[in-house]
């Protein structure tokens, strides 16, 4: 090949964009070039792939005949209708012609990824090339994929065989195949019948090496990634299938997810490497150190992690390392004259790569380096700066080195929009009628509250004229944007207020939140900066009032229509007002009618039908269990109230991704109403600034994911203070004297002479992996036991402490206070009186209670129930000795007290009912997870520096989200 | 409805406040109150102050705290800690200052790894204190308050089986070494909650005395000495029991008091077991030895439970109620890391870590403190001791301190009754259980003094004078000796004496004058010696006597080492006022005239002296001696830019005398 032509691999390798201009502008357009052309497009034609054969606008809503396969049927096709949309036909269109139908179809949340998976089986099928097919996709999704491949396909009903568990039995594979019929062609064996399993069963099976199955698709493929666990499993299965698809020549899978991964790059690997070596090495995918595994698979991941991730292990770190790549390779000239000019040379010089970061970041943030014009936009004719130039090259390399390099991955295109209305609650102890404020454009404006306390708004008087907050910031901005001129708006009425309010420092007692509220504000999106509201509130007359009131009308408002409302599921006992506000909405002659309850007694499936049924189209669905929160499907439904809005970013976005999903049919309205005084107000200011709730990037568990993955939460012992920081910046602080030191207090100078050295804590939560329970941490209190966690009385997981042992186990203590013959009906209930003093005082220790119990004279206890004794043995016991809680018929803690045995891997059996008594029961695995929900807890009730490291940590982390927000966000899609 | 006079001691400790109570309907009953029968061995003596509602909480009220920092656990202790005597008299004055008007409290702190200052401003510098709404002087009053609310509580249970209501008659006791400011507030807090004066007001030895009175645990004639283990030290007093009463000694033994007590076994302890949780797993991370292994130090915040644990630990070992079922394993000590980790110690474990089973440690420490005691020649004629105080519980301890101290020839005894006593006893939470009777001995002397009307003298265990110089011969030869003050031996009264400066015909020391700035070196000192031994006999072969105007005198030259030692070892000779050294100007009286330093240009009379309260705790001094300064008038230079100048005649009784007296006792 003329070297002319030979393209080479640099930070623009991943933009066809920038290639194609490289050709257009540098190499001449020959006579060659065009022969070479046309020779393309001529091979073209002759590709199986190169096109569509079902014209997508005959797909439409009908039922088919049943038959084995997705054929064309003029039934079922037709003509006309617009069942599939143009992004989802592309993506079909791209997975055959592209990736050959292997590989991972990643279009973001609600784009409709099963009607694609429809589309690209029926070409399959009309090409001769489906003659057996299986659909593995977790149990809760299962019945939907039936009825979209069997109905809205025109499968045919009942064509596809469920296999799915069955009074906790796990069908075997060969079970499958006996129950179906197996076809023989050579040495293959196929199933007559399509088979849709799930995951968990699929995760169990032995492989047969003559089993061949034409066309996989596995649903909820980012679980795959696992290197450990029934997905690990899986995994392993699939790889081995695709030795025989690959013998059989026969290589279609279609593996579908909408978050290849979340935040963690590394923890993609698995399925890149699966996807590029179609299919890997089976053996690959086993639970082992990498040093065993083949070299294919340690090459491959090499080139990955260094080449395709820039040696990044994290969506932020990859960040931070391609904007410091693009800058010193593109744009060092400019960065010597940032560096020279504010005299940082030196000090750029002695840094590490990592703690150049930040003077990148200013070089960026400079309006004359960063501002500086660098191209134009040959389509928008928009000036391009040298900052948008970086963002632009990162997003690059993120969407199309990283993701598309495996995947079909669309910029999301959804047709269904969220509106986001953010109320921010100021309490106060009284509040002025008037503050007259220096407003925007340096003008005295008056704000009016007087009308606040009947629940209107503030109001800004500008000459004659009276505006709302919003509107006055929307007309006289000027040159500002409306989140900058919001964000100086709104600093300067809280700043009045503060000043006016005695109270201010017992109500607001973080120092340091004026300018958080206001920073986040001047970052958030426009658009949901048009929906924010601040409303200040009488402290006497409580934010639950105004918050009640707020809600009452957005219900009334909405009349027609069905509402969620959700609430802090997290909070302790004090804090939970669900039932309160339940009752008083049930007081409400014009809305009692609409309420339904989603309580912890009720069954999900039963709610759901009613709330989703014709003759409730006005439900109210009063959300009251956490349950509901995930895997309901709650869609018909457009509206959500956040009456509390939780910290935790992922228990935030499982609340809206009950109604914006696939199937939604209006726009989605999202209300958070938040007091400014607590953790929720900082937390949705957080959340509006990187778009977890507004963002219709469909990453929002990326996003969620950036400021928790490869996370290291670190204490101060002395003075309790919590830091979160990046392993990566944990790892070079270690190696400095002193990086670690916490110096916060004068307590913590004392305790060691020069400062308390931050010790890591642990802070892994452990998960199921077949039933999902969770068991977490909290920085202060350590492992809660996750028996009757509704109940709120959680006590504390406890360990013998002595080296190697694994075990840990419920307090014995916990145990007896669930113990039914203690509780209300059984014969001993008010007898005890360890129990009594347990309840009474939750910290009690258990020596006291041996103490109390020894002199207790109820001869009605049983021996082994006595408090007496190790508490370990008498929950747990020996074998064979009987009477221990964990046996007790009387136990009324689900699951009984138990100790959870953990291996060497931090690896327990799941205990939960479900669980513990299947053949195949489920492990709890150590994942890091929720670590930044943790971490904002924790900072929040440290409160010694007056709430200053608070606003200044979760800014920081803000910050840092919003990079990335901002990368998700500029994906302009393939160029091709 | 009757009611009952009923008399109630309050000895406020360390951590806990124990009340004993006595009264007579017929029959003597004695007991002690507490909060809550099942739980508790007294009333915890610590206020929180919650920060979220801003409110105290005390006593047992503290355990309801639930998940929130312990950090703002204080001791009542503490705070009143800051009316005792202070290293200076600045320092005191602004401790007394903090008491009274600030707002400023200790945060807990556990281990000793961060001690408290005995200074709070500089408690306030380094940020070891928090801020509430009251005072200490306030937080004491709700302290004081809710315990007459415990009081009463308990007592309307106790009397109702009689169908009579109480009459309370408070009284109380004081640690040793009590300063007077620190007992009148104790008596203003005590009047105040129980709007009564206390009846009985007396040191610990007293009390102590009291209870062994009542109990009948001495013999006539029998010269004892007890030895109280408080939390934080552990102190003596020499008691001897005649057949009218008893006669205590005071309390300035030879043998200062030591840091040791309570709180260095619960350090054992606490040493132990974090030793033995270091190579612990930690949830999710390898184990002890591998990369990556990480061991989870205690949160600060947390301790109040770990130290709570470790004194119900070492309680309960020390319980006859130990071998029951109920511990049969041992004795659970929880700490809090990601997990709560039981741990559980037994006695051997327990014997191990205070260092009885290796002979060395917390034990040891007692064990030398007490002999070194003994084998003074003072106590000779000591034939038994008695251990007081809360360690006394501790399991083993006792024993340990047998196996040194009885081949001395001495009985080692405690105030605790035998376990057979206990045999049968119900606990029905007013009854002083075997594990506690050491603990209330005090309480419950004190309680019993009241009610039978008790007094207990009080006799001075050693003599003290002055060091003074007498002319011999033809005038050239100066003797430097030690003039007796007051003898051991001499009945103290209740409210205390003073004693000072000698007979005319002694010179130097007590007069000043021609132009000084500053007394010559003096000294007033203690011995275990008696006039009548310096003028009568010669026990001590060693040391020097002359003889002068038809005296025997003992020569105590400061300059002769040798001598000095030899006093020391032979006769106890101690200094209490600045130091021994001529040189130093400790020893030296500076004058001032309307508190600014002066230089005196005529003669003044200087008297030197101890004062001695009614514990027998003394305490030297210099001041004028007005009476024979009479209206007699001398002339001054005012120390003004390191130069005397301003030269001016005032009268003599006018002249303050400013005597370095840091090495007393305290």
Known sequence: MDENYKLTFTDTAFSADIQRSNLQYKKKFTKQVAEAQQSVEALDSHDDFHELLIDCSHYKRRKGKAEYGIGVDADIHGTGGSVILSHQQSAAEKFLRDLRGFGLLADVVGSGKTFEAGVILSELAVRGKMKSLIVVTPDQVLNSWVDVLENKFGMGKDVLYKVQKSDGEYPTLQDVLAAVGVSKQGKFIRPKRPIIVDVDIFAQWRYSPDFLVDVVVVDEAHHFSEDAGKYAGAMRMLSEMMQTKKRAGATYCLLLTATPHSGNLENMFRLWYFVRCKGGNPSDFDEKDDSERTTQYIEEKQYYKDTVCYGATNITDFIRRVKYSVVMERYLDELGSYLRETGKVSDFNDKSPYDRAQYIDDFLNAAKYGGKKVSTDKITGLTVTLKDDVLKRISDAYHNGVLRSIMIRQPNKLSKRKSVHNYFFYPMSSIPETVSITGLNEKKVTVDFSHVAEGGQPVVKVGSEELSLIDYVKNLRGNLSVEQAYSHVLNSILNKLAASDPQTKSIHTKSGYITYYADRLRNTHGAVAKQTYFLPVLQSESVKDSKFQTAVRILKQHKDKRVLVFFDYNLGKSERIYDEVCDALLRDPELKDRIIVGDDAADVHAVEREFNSEKRSDAILIVKDAKYTEGANLQESSIIINYQVTYDPLAMDQRIGRIFRLGQKNDVTVYSLADMSKLEGFALAYFAEIGLLSGNTGDATILAGSNSDQMVALRCNACGRVVLMSKEAYDEKRKKKDALVCRAETQCIDAYGNGTEMCEITVYDFKCDSCGTVLTRSVSDGYMCFSNVENGERGRMCNSGEKGDRSIYCRKICAISHCKRFNKGGHMYGKCPALKRFKDVSNVSDVELMRICAMCDNEDCWDKCKIAGLPKEQIIGEAGEGGRCSDCDYAGCSPKPYALEFNDKWEADCPMPGCSTRRNHGKLRPVVARTFATFISELWKFDHDGGEGFCQNLGEQAEIVTDVRRILERDDGEKE | ?666
């Open chain 2, 1 to 666: 409805m009757s009611k009952q006079s009923v008399h109630i001691a309050l000895d406020l400790g360390s951590d806990t406040i124990k009340i004993a109570y006595a009264f007579n309907d017929g029959d003597e009953h004695t007991g002690k109150i507490v909060g809550d029968p099942l739980t508790m061995t007294a009333v915890p003596s610590v206020a929180y102050y919650d920060v979220d509602e801003q409110k105290w909480l005390f006593g047992d009220e503290v355990n309801s705290v639930g998940d929130k920092p312990f950090i703002t656990v204080v001791k009542i202790c503490d705070l009143l800690r800051l009316l005792q005597p202070a290293a200076n008299t600045a320092t005191q004055k602004s401790n007394r200052n903090y008491y009274f008007k600030k707002t400023r409290f200790p945060k807990f702190y556990f281990p000793q790894r961060v001690r408290l200052t005995d200074d709070m401003d500089e408690a306030v510098r380094m940020d070891r204190t928090f801020t509430a709404p009251q005072t200490p002087s306030e937080v004491c009053e709700m302290f004081f308050k809710y315990v007459h609310g415990v009081v009463e509580n308990r007592l309307e249970k106790l009397l109702k089986k009689s169908n009579a209501t109480a009459e309370i008659t408070p009284s109380l006791v004081y640690p040793m070494f009590s300063d007077n400011a620190y007992i009148n507030e104790l008596k203003r807090l005590v009047t105040l909650a129980f709007d009564t004066k206390p009846q009985s007001v007396m040191s610990m030895a007293k009390a102590l005395c009291a209870y062994a009175k009542y109990s009948g645990r001495m013999a006539k004639d029998d010269k004892s000495i007890i030895f109280n283990i408080g939390e934080e030290r552990i102190s003596l007093v020499k008691v001897t029991f005649s057949g009218s009463g008893i006669s205590v000694d005071g309390v300035d033994g030879h043998n200062e008091p030591a840091p040791i007590g309570g709180k260095d076994i619960d350090d054992a302890v606490a040493q132990y077991i974090e030793g033995q949780m270091s190579g612990r797993e930690t949830m999710g991370r390898p184990s002890s030895g591998q990369e990556g292994h990480l061991s989870e130090s205690a949160l600060n915040t947390k301790q109040y439970l770990f130290v709570k644990d470790i004194k119900s630990a070492k309680m309960v070992l020390g319980m006859p109620i130990y071998d029951s079922r109920a511990f049969r394993y041992g004795v659970p000590i929880s700490a809090s890391r990601d997990l709560l980790i039981q741990r559980t110690i037994t006695r051997e474990q327990f014997e191990k870590c205070v260092g009885i089973t290796d002979n060395n440690g917390v034990a040891r420490k007692i064990v030398n403190y007490i002999t070194d005691e003994l084998i003074r020649p003072i106590n000779t004629d000591v034939k038994r001791i008695f251990i007081t105080g809360g360690p006394v519980e501790t399991y083993g301890l006792m024993k340990y301190i047998r196996r040194f101290i009885e081949p001395l020839g001495v009985k080692v005894c405690t105030f605790e009754k035998d376990d057979s006593e206990y045999v049968g006893v119900k606990n029905d939470g007013f009854n002083i259980l075997g594990h506690e009777d050491a603990l209330y001995a005090p309480s419950l002397g004190c309680a019993v003094a009241s009610m039978c009307g008790m007094t207990i003298d009080m006799v001075l265990a050693l003599t003290y004078g002055v060091r003074l110089f007498r002319v011999v011969g033809n005038g050239n030869n100066v003797i430097p000796f030690f003039r007796v003050l007051v003898n051991k031996g001499t009945r103290i009264p209740q409210s205390g004496a003073t004693y000072y400066t000698p007979k005319d015909g002694d010179k130097g020391g007590i007069t000043t004058g021609d132009d000084s700035e500053q007394s010559a070196a003096m000294h007033i000192m203690s011995t275990f010696y008696s006039a009548q031994d310096i003028e009568h006999s010669r026990k001590a072969p060693l040391i020097t006597y002359a003889r002068s105007g038809g005296e025997n005198l003992l020569v105590v030259d400061t300059d002769n080492k040798t001598m000095l030692n030899k006093l020391q070892r032979e006769i106890g000779l101690r200094v209490l006022n600045g130091s021994i050294d001529n040189m130093n100007n400790g020893s030296r009286a500076k004058y001032y005239y309307n508190g600014k330093r002066v230089r005196i240009i005529k003669e003044v009379y200087l008297q030197l002296g101890v004062e001695i309260d009614g514990d027998g705790y003394a305490k030297a001094y210099a001041r004028n001696d007005k009476k024979r300064n009479g209206g007699e008038f001398t002339v001054i230079e005012y120390l003004g830019d390191s130069k005397y100048s301003g030269r001016e005649t005032v009268q003599k009784r006018e002249i303050d005398f400013a005597f370095n007296i840091e090495t007393q006792l305290t």
